[in-house]
């Protein structure tokens, strides 16, 4: 069973970090894509940033491109995203994603039909 465990949400004042985890299992690690999305309030959810296994490859989306970044730990089965330099605009749920079975491309990171399995969530908000 495919389990996805988002953690490190919290209050941050604006410039701030934090650091999210994804805690991930239930599936085999060969070929996947695990994302990091974002929905405010009266938002769409938003692509935020995914790290491919075919490739090894990371992506982030441009508007947090330098603040945000993926990173993976094998040994813990988990993804994390660090973000810094935080602002308000950065409140949100953030939810992580996960295709266990993914054979494509970054061309899919940020297209919420491409994942199969989603995490709970995790409330983020900056402010002062």
């Known amino acids: 069973q495919v389990q996805l465990v988002e953690s490190g949400g919290g209050l941050v004042q604006p410039g701030g970090s934090l650091r999210l985890s994804c805690a991930a299992s239930?599936?085999?690690?060969?070929?996947?894509?695990i994302g990091w999305f974002r929905q405010a309030p009266g938002k769409e959810r938003e692509g935020v940033s995914c790290?491919?296994?075919?490739?090894?490859?990371?992506y982030v989306a441009d508007h947090v491109k330098d603040r945000f970044t993926i990173s993976r730990d094998k040994t813990k089965n988990t993804v994390y995203l660090q973000m810094d330099s935080l602002k308000a605009e950065d409140t949100a749920v953030y939810y992580c994603?996960?295709?266990?079975?993914?054979w494509g491309s970054g061309y899919g990171c940020f297209s919420r039909g491409v994942y199969d399995y989603w995490g709970q969530g995790t409330q983020v908000t900056v402010s002062s």
């Open positions: 790290i491919i296994s075919t490739d090894g490859m990371t």
């Open positions: 994603a996960l295709d266990p079975n993914f």
């Open positions: 239930g599936f085999t690690w060969d070929r996947y894509i």
